[in-house]
């Protein structure tokens, strides 16, 4: 866990860009809720991007997931910068 950020989806655009420049898939994905989390999102947001990852090797699908979570929360502050909770 990196110091000072919060373990849910709602991470602030300093704490996610933070994790991405560390390049740690691992703590995004956790960051984000879990794969189940991520896949519950790809299925609600962009259910062909949820199968197309399936094609995937595992690693691969796990990275491509935790980007797409990453971009989604960014695309959610830029919509709507109240719904960021720090």
Not at 18 to 34: D, F, H, N, P, R
Not at 53 to 71: E, F, H, Q, T, V
Request: charged share 20%.
């Amino acid at each position: 866990r990196v110091a000072g950020m919060c373990t849910s989806r709602h991470l602030s655009p300093s704490a996610m860009l933070l994790l991405v420049i560390a390049g740690s898939a691992e703590a995004l994905v956790a960051a984000t809720g879990g794969q189940e989390a991520i896949r519950s999102l790809m299925a609600k947001h962009d259910p062909i991007l949820l199968y197309a990852s399936r094609l995937l090797p595992p690693d691969a699908a796990r990275d491509a997931g935790a980007l797409y979570a990453w971009c989604r929360r960014l695309d959610e502050l830029v919509d709507d910068p109240a719904v960021s909770a720090d």
